[in-house]
């Protein structure tokens, strides 16, 4: 149905009146959640969450003592943020955060993920911390807990202190994969009294190569490959540095591992051939980080592949980047690559996706449901993990604010309905996924996007920072409370 038909024709043709048709809206939504049908669902004790990062929705860039990260910068370059917005004011959080821990408790989330601005703890990234910046996390955890939500908290979501960039090259160093860990232990240290629950860096798998390899997320470089194959190495060696910091410096039974952006394979005809190449393939489209991190290696493929570009490594290094790790975070969005079984090379082969494959409003964001459902079973099957928790999972939409001023998403609840449905799938195959954070609470800074795409179940107007539910937040809210995907 094209927009261009009104709310009136559209109740017309359902043969109600607009107010009839609101009120059935409003009663489908308040009703009580169903009971999940077929007596499936997820296990119990499923761990419901929606997560946001700290440069995304805090603002307040400049209070309280916050240093300058490499955003900060980035989005004052011209022509890198698609609108020209910054994050300057992004959602307000650092000053809303109350507000927005009611709206996480209203969709009966159990768990909220958010990260730590490390320039707000340490305004250089190292030396002297700043006891105020710490403070706004002491004020966020305890709201959490004082509302039954369990923190989850990322330690390095994107904003690098500027100042580790200027001294040392960010990330190019191993200098700041050194200070990384200090960052980590000081936060481990006065934190995780409350915090049980800690992802060390949120996607590597892109902000070294979008940040370092292409230049178009901070800080904007193009080095060559070699360079970049060194800085995904940093980037597992800072990982290891803060899950030992984690461990040293971390109350007890705290737990914590990476978020992970895994390069999504999955079998393009369910075949025995073909998953077990889409095996093969998940490990080595994922060898230079989280397989190096769940086996303490690179695999032949890999260095050969990389060749002369190889990362330079010790054996000393192998040893921090795979220290044990409790769960994995995968964040899964879209298919990366729909494999079949070759006799050629490693034995898979990533077939080519066609331009007409259906994506919601942001074209890198495939819609392959069955993703959810192969790759946590192909990681559990690899690395032989028994807890996996989905980092972020989640889609864009137009979101248009109707005449009524309700956002009716369900292109959104689409996504969500199929993406979850796969998921109670492989959970109710055994597959050991213990936990589900939807990206993202509220519209937000969406990085080059600016605030062009939205990705929350809560509408946010920046100009007022007025939060209205979507459609999908009265879904989700559904979902929690039948622990079902509700198919
Ligand atoms: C993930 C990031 O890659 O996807 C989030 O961890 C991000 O921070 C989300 O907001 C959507 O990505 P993008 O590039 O469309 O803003």
Known sequence: ?????????LAKIAGLSAAAMAGALEAAEAKPAAPPR???????????????????VEGAVNEDGRGASIWDKFVRIPGKIEDGTTGDRANEHYHRYKEDIALIKELGCRAYRFSVAWPRVFPDGDGKPNPKGLDFYNRLVDELLKNGIEPWLTLYHWDLPQSLEDRFGGWRSTETCKIFGDYAAYVAEHLTDRVKNVFTLNESGRFVYFGYGIGIDAPGLTLPQAEVNQIRHNSALAHGLAVQAVRAHGGRGTRVGPAENIDACAPAIDTPENVRAAEIALREMNAGYLNVIMTGGYTDAFLKYAGPNAPKFTDAELKIISSPIDFLGLNIYAPQNYVVASDQGAGFMPLPIPKSFPHMNSDWLRVGPETIYWVPKLAAKIWKTDAIYISENGASGDDMVRPDGRIYDTDRIMYLRNYLAQLQRATSEGVPVRGYFLWSLMDNFEWVYGLNKRFGLYHVNFDTQVRTPKLSASFYRNVIANNAAGV
């Open 1 to 9: 149905m094209s927009y261009k038909v009104s709310r009136r024709q």
């Open 38 to 56: 077929n007596g499936g669902g997820f296990p119990a004790g499923f761990v419901w969450g929606t997560a946001t990062s700290s440069y995304q």
